[in-house]
């Protein structure tokens, strides 16, 4: 088959979850795809950031700028068109059109996690996906549930394809860990959050669980949150700060070939968010042989399940006593850290290239 594949959401300086999705994606197609051609899209809205495009994965890969309404011909140069950033092109490509939906519930569940005008856009969007796609993959059955109850689609044209962990996310040697915990100044044990710091992430509220814990089992342990700040930043930072550096260390935007050594050698993850699609933080830190403090809602539950401790994201109290229970608990602790590391081997891009493969198949 000659797949394109639009890329361009990873074509930027730091990359977000969709632009990790991407560069995942690729690698996994070019172990799972090499009977098939690959052409890599990106918009030339991206055109400053094309020398940030991910790199070539293999000889059936090659890049194409795309100058959307300025291409009818590229109808004749493939069998199959995915838009892996829940974006298709203008109604002119007369291909089979497969895209992906990470999530619903920031753009149209709910009113708190973005402003008016970015949901009204992003409806008008996934309005126009649901009607012109022939096939949606969603990352996860939470994600399809999610889809179809609020978008309506035909449930024939839905498919789960579940995302996966880094590769490069493993537990590391002690020395690694050591070089990374001097870095950021960890100086004491640690739980570790990383994610974009904006209000589906409920970062002001674990902040406070992770005091109240602590407080609890008379622990001087700390939390290092790592991520940039996004919407809603001010009120996460303010929290992060009343929370005292005594407590919590904020650590900025952490470049991911840092973060392995950091989870291997955190306490646990503090991923008790308000709502994932997938939830890749969590399976990677699983994958590092650290333990998660994840949330009853959203996706988490599908992907680690008993693999974790679960909380109501909505309380503190709930937070704090899974938390706690980190803190004071090492049988419990090494039980997860052995649940979760076979868990993640359960989740592969390679796995994910085959099964969007698969899809495609149906339609070429």
Same mark, same amino acid.
């Given at each position: 088959?000659?797949?394109?594949?639009?890329?361009?959401?990873?074509?930027?300086?730091?990359?977000?979850?969709?632009?990790?999705?991407?560069?995942?994606?690729?690698?996994?197609?070019?172990?799972?795809?090499?009977?098939?051609?690959?052409?890599?899209?990106?918009?030339?809205?991206?055109?400053?950031?094309?020398?940030?495009?991910?790199?070539?994965?293999?000889?059936?890969?090659?890049?194409?700028?795309?100058?959307?309404?300025?291409?009818?011909?590229?109808?004749?140069?493939?069998?199959?068109?995915?838009?892996?950033?829940?974006?298709?092109?203008?109604?002119?490509?007369?291909?089979?059109?497969?895209?992906?939906?990470?999530?619903?519930?920031?753009?149209?569940?709910?009113?708190?996690?973005?402003?008016?005008?970015?949901?009204?856009?992003?409806?008008?969007?996934?309005?126009?996906?649901?009607?012109?796609?022939?096939?949606?993959?969603?990352?996860?059955?939470?994600?399809?549930?999610?889809?179809?109850?609020?978008?309506?689609?035909?449930?024939?044209?839905?498919?789960?394809?579940?995302?996966?962990?880094?590769?490069?996310?493993?537990?590391?040697?002690?020395? /690694?860990?050591? @070089? $990374?915990?001097?870095?950021? +100044?960890? !100086?004491?044990?640690? #739980? =570790?959050?990383?994610?974009?710091?904006?209000?589906?992430?409920?970062?002001?509220?674990?902040?406070?669980?992770?005091?109240?814990?602590?407080?609890?089992?008379?622990?001087?342990?700390?939390?290092?949150?790592?991520?940039?700040?996004?919407?809603?930043?001010? /009120?996460?930072? @303010? $929290?992060?700060?009343?929370? +005292?550096? !005594?407590?919590?260390? #904020? =650590?900025?935007?952490?470049?991911?070939?840092?973060?392995?050594?950091?989870?291997?050698?955190?306490?646990?993850?503090?991923?008790?968010?308000?709502?994932?699609?997938?939830?890749?933080?969590?399976?990677?830190?699983?994958?590092?042989?650290?333990?998660?403090?994840?949330?009853?809602?959203?996706?988490?539950?599908?992907?680690?399940?008993?693999?974790?401790? =679960?909380?109501?994201?909505?309380?503190?109290?709930?937070?704090?006593?899974?938390?706690?229970?980190?803190?004071?608990?090492?049988?419990?602790?090494?039980?997860?850290?052995?649940?979760?590391?076979?868990?993640?081997?359960?989740?592969?891009?390679?796995?994910?290239?085959?099964?969007?493969?698969?899809?495609?198949?149906?339609?070429?």
């Amino acid at each position: 088959m000659r797949i394109a594949l639009d890329i361009s959401s990873a074509a930027r300086a730091e990359s977000t979850g969709v632009a990790m999705y991407i560069r995942r994606m690729l690698g996994g197609f070019a172990r799972a795809g090499s009977d098939h051609q690959f052409t890599l899209i990106t918009r030339a809205s991206r055109w400053k950031n094309l020398l940030r495009r991910p790199e070539l994965p293999g000889p059936n890969f090659r890049h194409k700028l795309f100058l959307e309404r300025m291409h009818p011909l590229l109808s004749r140069s493939i069998d199959v068109f995915h838009g892996l950033d829940a974006r298709l092109p203008g109604p002119w490509l007369k291909v089979p059109l497969v895209v992906t939906i990470h999530d619903v519930f920031s753009a149209l569940q709910s009113e708190d996690f973005a402003s008016a005008e970015f949901r009204e856009m992003k409806a008008g969007r996934y309005r126009d996906l649901v009607a012109r796609a022939d096939r949606i993959i969603c990352v996860s059955e939470c994600t399809r549930r999610d889809v179809l109850k609020t978008l309506n689609p035909d449930p024939a044209k839905l498919r789960v394809v579940h995302e996966a962990g880094s590769e490069e996310f493993f537990a590391r040697p002690d020395a /690694e860990v050591q @070089a $990374a915990r001097a870095r950021f +100044g960890l !100086d004491k044990p640690y #739980f =570790l959050f990383v994610g974009s710091l904006n209000k589906r992430k409920n970062v002001p509220a674990q902040v406070r669980a992770f005091a109240l814990a602590r407080e609890k089992t008379k622990s001087d342990m700390l939390l290092a949150i790592a991520g940039r700040v996004g919407f809603g930043g001010e /009120e996460i930072r @303010a $929290a992060i700060d009343a929370a +005292g550096s !005594d407590r919590v260390r #904020f =650590l900025g935007y952490v470049d991911n070939a840092l973060l392995p050594a950091l989870l291997t050698g955190a306490h646990g993850l503090l991923f008790a968010t308000l709502y994932e699609g997938f939830g890749i933080p969590a399976l990677e830190a699983a994958a590092c042989g650290c333990p998660v403090v994840g949330s009853t809602v959203g996706a988490q539950p599908e992907v680690l399940g008993d693999a974790s401790l =679960l909380a109501d994201p909505a309380s503190v109290d709930s937070i704090a006593e899974q938390i706690a229970k980190l803190m004071v608990d090492e049988t419990l602790r090494r039980s997860l850290i052995e649940k979760a590391q076979r868990r993640a081997k359960d989740f592969s891009w390679e796995k994910a290239g085959r099964e969007c493969l698969e899809i495609y198949s149906e339609l070429a």
